[in-house]
Nanobody
């Protein structure tokens, strides 16, 4: 059983920054992918924002490239999402994920970008 706990969401003005964190606990393999997804509106499908494998390879949605950075601390089983130059369209519930879409999910944290 894997538990993922997100933190760091909130309200920020356009152009601002936020950093999300996700701590994993429980039993899981050493080699795995972790990432961030978001749902921008109720009923809309969750979309990949960024993910990172244990070796450090990353990938990003085109909409966040150059603005968001995903990183991980393997010793702490924690991943981060540094979000800069935030836009109103980044408003969403952000979910931490381990193991891809068929894996484990956090409860989500709200990010609202508004003036």
């Amino acid at each position: 059983q894997v538990q993922l706990v997100e933190s760091g969401g909130g309200l920020v003005q356009p152009g601002g920054s936020l950093k999300l964190s996700c701590a994993a606990s429980g039993s899981f393999r050493a080699v795995y992918v972790m990432g961030w997804y978001r749902r921008q509106a109720p009923g809309k499908q969750r979309e990949l924002v960024a993910d990172i494998i244990s070796g450090g390879r990353t990938r990003y949605a085109d909409s966040v490239k150059g603005r968001f950075t995903v990183s991980r601390d393997n010793a702490k089983n924690t991943i981060y999402l540094q979000m800069n130059s935030l836009k109103p369209e980044d408003t969403a519930v952000y979910y931490c994920n381990m193991g891809g879409t068929g894996g484990s999910w956090g409860q989500g944290t709200q990010v609202t970008v508004s003036s």
